[in-house]
């Protein structure tokens, strides 16, 4: 069985594995370039995505940590209803949502990730210096933003339309 996949007793239902994510996400584009031009127009959206309209339908549906916690045949019943019926509210899903207790095993990083420690190790042994310090970073988000070299002053008061430099 692949990592990360659970059966559960007496059933033939399987967590989703790397198999099934990308059987899912197959169905998804198919079904997102079916879609596409039979979405309706929506308040605030100047495009409607249908890709994206079917993402946020499985995570709003199945849950944020739907690929640990969701059954795959039932999301792929869940994306082709979407198929269907591509204007209705995701509430309208009368299909299984079933979600699992997430799994025990954590998953692995990816090769090319690489943890916070990793990366401030790099930059502390980096030549290249850095843009924020340890104080900044303490004074919150709103921080001044220490930049190496020359500064431009803008003049807060009107001047006829030329900025003083």
Not at 18 to 39: E, F, M
Request: hydrophobic share 35%; net charge negative; glycine share 8%.
């Amino acid at each position: 069985m692949c990592r990360g996949a659970l059966k559960l007793p007496g059933s033939s239902l399987a967590r989703v594995n790397a198999a099934d994510l990308t059987n899912i996400r197959d169905q998804v584009a198919a079904t997102g370039d079916a879609i596409q031009s039979l979405l309706l127009p929506h308040a605030g959206l100047a495009r409607r995505n249908a890709y994206a309209h079917i993402w946020l339908g499985i995570s709003s549906t199945f849950g944020d940590q739907w690929r640990t916690t969701a059954i795959a045949g039932e999301v792929i019943d869940f994306v082709q209803w979407i198929g269907a019926n591509p204007n209705e509210d995701y509430g309208a899903f009368t299909g299984p949502t079933t979600r699992l207790p997430e799994s025990d095993q954590t998953p692995m990083p990816r090769a090319s990730e690489k943890t916070t420690a990793q990366r401030s190790v790099e930059r502390k042994n980096s030549a290249e210096p850095s843009l924020f310090d340890a104080a900044d970073l303490s004074e919150g988000l709103h921080s001044p933003r220490r930049v190496d070299g020359p500064t431009t002053d803008f003049c807060t008061e009107s001047n006829g339309g030329a900025d003083s430099v």
